[in-house]
């Protein structure tokens, strides 16, 4: 009988253990698909962004790309701006920044050429960004043959915490 019971009990305390486990994987899921989703909209607002700024190099309209611009520069110092920790990332940001800052110090001086040089800048900054965080889930996901130039992926470095999210925005 005392054996009976102790099945009993064991099935049951498995059980929960099993339904805690459940749910505590489709909580991870869940908040993990909610960081996504805020994620993707904080890049999407970047590239609006950068589109109004470019819309104010074309039309020189000095004030649109100072008023974007600065915003751009600010986003970069928000919480969500830092999708993960890693040195490199955050050199590329520091890049961005200092390119943005000089577009809109530029856009100050109504200075054209210098404000559009400046955006062309910003734009390779980000593209290099992605390429860098891409590379990155490459290499985290296994390796593939090295592009020209390119370094040897087994020779990259691991994804940083939170690539996998970046991952999903990086070609939407």
Known sequence: MNNTRFNALSSRT?????TLAIIAGVSAAFAQSKRNRAAREFMRDKLELSQRV?????TEDYNLIIAKGTRLSAMSKEADWRVFENPDY?????????????????????????ATLAYVRVTMSCVDC??????????????????????????????????????????R
């Open 14 to 18: 498995a059980v929960f253990a099993l």
């Open 90 to 114: 955050d050199q590329q940001s520091v890049f961005f920044r200092r390119h943005v800052d000089s577009m809109v110090k530029a856009a100050k001086d109504q200075n054209l050429d210098a």
């Open 54 to 58: 470019l819309e104010g190099l074309a």
């Open 130 to 171: 992605h390429k860098l965080v891409r590379g990155k889930l490459v290499a985290a996901m296994g390796e593939r043959p090295a592009r020209n130039g390119e370094q040897s992926p087994s020779r990259a470095q691991p994804a940083p915490p939170g690539a996998v999210m970046l991952g999903a925005m990086i070609d």
